[in-house]
């Protein structure tokens, strides 16, 4: 007997506001559970120490992750020195403590050595993987083992408020950063040490922690408005191109056919110059993404069901 499917289909996405002391994980069961929603993911793990967005993916929009995990984020960081830990953030077990005499300035000079485009090296406790195994599983473990820098993007580190030893700030980043590890290493520049006291991330993208709702106020709503908080699939695709296409194009395009634009006007052939797009038929109907050619030959990538059930999508 075939398993039936638990939920029902929903398309979209909801921006949530995670709250402490939750994993990214348990915050999507949570909010597929208030949403009847059967199919879900997040775009780009919180640690369960930090709150704020967290974009959950509902149905198509699964197809679309990877937009948000190659996305920019901007974080809001209390980073307290003096204090080592072994995880670089407040959950962790203490490993060292230093005296502090740090001026705003100084902190804010060490911060700015580590903007622009840096090599960090990864925490042991990430779930990047080794073998197969998270690097967590092996710090667990007591093993510590080489992991070799990467390459971050960190656009800028405003420092809001400094109090002795505590620093407020607001970190934008590209993906792969690892904000635990810049309070650490800025401690190592003030030779005093320091670990991630908390942590809130404000934007992935073009999302807004300002549209966001909490797991709270979701489940005090009503079960029949709760979806009104979900926003069209194309909402994580708002800087990809657009190209607007005929009911027959639209028709070939949704069963995977390749199509030649490159017979349209001159200034239609101008704007859809060669790159990725997001491609619509009529009444404004998102029907997936696409590689166009410096030919107008616009190839399929990724395909979404017709059968939407989610909000409409973004003129």
Not at 213 to 241: M, N, Q, S, Y
Request: net charge positive.
């Amino acid at each position: 007997m075939p398993r039936k499917r638990k939920g029902d289909v929903v398309d979209g996405v909801l921006l949530l506001d995670k709250p402490a002391g939750v994993s990214s994980n348990r915050a999507l069961q949570q909010a597929r559970f208030l949403l009847n929603a059967a199919k879900g993911g997040h775009g780009g793990t919180l640690d369960p120490l930090a709150t704020g967005l967290l974009p959950l993916l509902l149905g198509e929009a699964t197809k679309f992750s990877a937009d948000l995990l190659d996305a920019d984020k901007v974080y809001e960081a209390h980073i307290q020195l003096g204090v080592r830990t072994a995880t670089a953030d407040a959950e962790g077990e203490v490993i060292e403590t230093r005296p502090v005499a740090v001026s705003r300035e100084q902190f804010a000079a060490a911060a700015a050595r580590f903007v622009g485009r840096i090599a960090q090296v990864p925490p042991m406790y990430s779930a990047l993987k080794r073998d197969g195994k998270p690097l967590y599983q092996y710090a667990r473990a007591g093993v510590d083992l080489e992991r070799a820098p990467r390459t971050v993007d960190v656009a800028r580190i405003d420092v809001l408020a400094f109090e002795g030893t505590r620093a407020h700030v607001v970190v934008a980043c590209g993906k792969g950063t690892y904000v635990r590890t810049l309070a650490e290493d800025i401690g190592a520049a003030l030779q005093c040490g320091a670990h991630l006291a908390a942590l809130r991330r404000l934007r992935v993208g073009e999302l807004s922690l300002e549209r966001a709702v909490t797991l709270d106020d979701l489940a005090l709503l009503p079960a029949t408005v709760r979806r009104e908080w979900l926003l069209p699939v194309d909402a994580l695709l708002t800087r990809v191109p657009r190209v607007d296409l005929d009911p027959a194009q639209a028709q070939a395009f949704a069963h995977g056919a390749a199509l030649e634009l490159g017979g349209r006007s001159a200034p239609e052939r101008e704007s859809i110059a060669a790159g990725r797009r997001r491609v619509y038929g009529p009444n404004h109907r998102l029907l997936g993404v696409a590689d166009i050619d410096e030919r107008g030959v616009l190839q399929p990538r990724r395909l979404l069901a017709q059968d939407q059930s989610g909000p409409a999508a973004a003129v």
